[in-house]
């Protein structure tokens, strides 16, 4: 059934990213017919709220270092690399932290001078360990000290090609994969324009995906790295999560709503907030984002009825776990609700200062608490509310 639903899939993926021009490779070679489509089944009883210790092994938490040089007003991506932690904060800076969580330096810096990015939009690192952070009209390149090395201009608004690229991912055989989203929909007359190309240094176009059928929500950092490939968090009513390898791109995993799956066909021309989406969010699950996959774990979110859902799902027990992940929903106890990335085989997220104060405040009794618990809280109770985010570092069972 699995196999069945894979070559079905794979023959609509090569009916759909049809390249636009006949001097690119076909997309045949590029989508790799994949047999191994692993399915994701989310029960049909999701209104779970999951205890901590039933999933999480132990938390490590790193408090960040918290100075005028390094304070952090809204982070939006954070990264274990080569034991540093890198931080995105929101559009003006990539900071970066010792793995205790001392400060090291700033990467770049926010302006309109050769060396400086207008809007930092990612970041991702090549083999060798140089940076590179992508501004709405270049790729600027550093070492992984923070040199500047170069700048790859991006000035894509042509007739033929409107690109801003919002997300980046660099492979080792000088090109990059890069997003643009819903760039130039309304000049997309022809439907020749795509979410994502891979291209060149030079800028030259090398493969296009995903045909602009409709308006995509705009999403910081759909791709998450996995040993030696990135998955990307899927369009809006697609239930399969791509990879990108060295070599392909193919799908992956295909997520199973059951109950919930999508049974209408998406209009043409959906916009980002139709009552299309507003109908849709009342009977199924829509919206799946954070896809995060670690050794033997997979993390995801998806949207219902206004609720966001956390889902683990166990590759051992091939069994998925679903959490409303409102921390409202279990008020005395300190949890990870979220999860931002993954590092080797455990889950990281950045936690605010002030949630944790506030829950600290109300665990008036540790007793009941296991001795490694005891010793997180009291690790935390220093915690102040103008600190920088605490990175939790989070260990999942078996």
């Given at each position: ?69 390094c304070l952090l007003n ?71 000290n923070g040199d500047h ?230 690790s935390l109770k220093s ?16």
């Amino acid at each position: 059934m699995k196999i069945q639903f894979s070559i079905a899939y794979i023959f609509l993926l090569i009916f759909c990213f049809q390249c636009s021009s006949n001097n690119k490779q076909k997309v045949e070679s590029i989508i790799s017919s994949n047999e191994s489509l692993v399915t994701i089944k989310v029960e049909d009883k999701i209104d779970n709220v999951i205890q901590s210790e039933t999933l999480f092994e132990s938390f490590r938490a790193i408090p960040l270092e918290t100075s005028s040089e390094c304070l952090l007003n809204k982070p939006v991506k954070v990264v274990i690399h080569d034991s540093k932690i890198f931080i995105q904060d929101h559009n003006t800076a990539l900071y970066v932290f010792n793995i205790d969580g001392s400060y090291i330096r700033q990467i770049g810096n926010k302006g309109r001078g050769p060396q400086e990015f207008i809007t930092l939009s990612d970041f991702d690192f090549d083999s060798l360990g140089n940076i590179y952070v992508i501004d709405r009209s270049k790729i600027v390149k550093y070492s992984s000290n923070g040199d500047h090395i170069k700048n790859f201009s991006l000035h894509y608004n042509t007739g033929a090609f409107i690109c801003y690229p919002e997300q980046l991912i660099v492979r080792d055989n000088g090109r990059f994969i890069i997003w643009g989203g819903s760039s130039g929909i309304r000049e997309n007359k022809n439907e020749d324009l795509f979410a994502m190309y891979e291209i060149s240094e030079s800028g030259r176009i090398i493969n296009e995906y995903f045909p602009l059928k409709w308006r995509i929500d705009n999403r910081r950092h759909r791709f998450r790295a996995f040993n030696q490939e990135h998955l990307i968090d899927p369009l809006y009513g697609v239930d399969t999560i791509f990879s990108i390898s060295k070599d392909s791109v193919y799908a992956k995993y295909y997520i199973d709503f059951g109950k919930y799956r999508i049974r209408k066909e998406i209009p043409r021309n959906l916009t980002g907030f139709s009552s299309f989406k507003q109908e849709i969010d009342e009977c199924c699950a829509s919206t799946v984002m954070h896809f995060t996959e670690i050794e033997d774990w997979i993390y995801f979110v998806f949207r219902y009825q206004g609720f966001a859902y956390s889902n683990y799902y166990s590759k051992s027990l091939r069994r998925t776990f679903t959490n409303k992940t409102s921390p409202e929903f279990i008020p005395n106890e300190l949890i990870i609700w979220k999860i931002d990335s993954g590092w080797e085989d455990s889950f990281i997220t950045l936690i605010e200062p002030g949630y944790i104060i506030e829950k600290i405040n109300k665990i008036d009794n540790m007793s009941h608490l296991s001795d490694k618990d005891r010793v997180l809280i009291e690790s935390l109770k220093s915690t102040d509310e103008l600190d920088n985010p605490v990175l939790f570092i989070v260990k999942m069972k078996d």
